[in-house]
């Protein structure tokens, strides 16, 4: 378990840090909505909802509310 959280973290390390230094802003806020998304997809995963059709509605959801706020900001 430790070695795959290891190598996983080698993997995605050097992508944030690209993603960080070099991404324009529009796309660097698409990354973090869809890290938001997979995030509240697990967050519904662990909660108890037990349908794929709801998990992906909150994943969704979440994603969009990412993309408004930085519309609104922008």
Known sequence: ???QRIITALILAPLA??????L?????EIAIA????????EW???SGVCE???KLIYM?????I??????IVD
């Open 66 to 71: 990412c993309i408004a706020l930085s519309l």
């Open 52 to 54: 794929r059709p709801k």
């Open 34 to 41: 869809g890290v938001v998304g997979i995030g509240a997809y």
């Open 44 to 46: 519904a995963n662990m």
């Open 17 to 22: 840090l690209y993603a960080i230094l070099f």
């Open 24 to 28: 324009p802003i529009f796309w660097f």
């Open 1 to 3: 378990m430790l070695k």
């Open 60 to 64: 969704a959801g979440a994603f969009a």
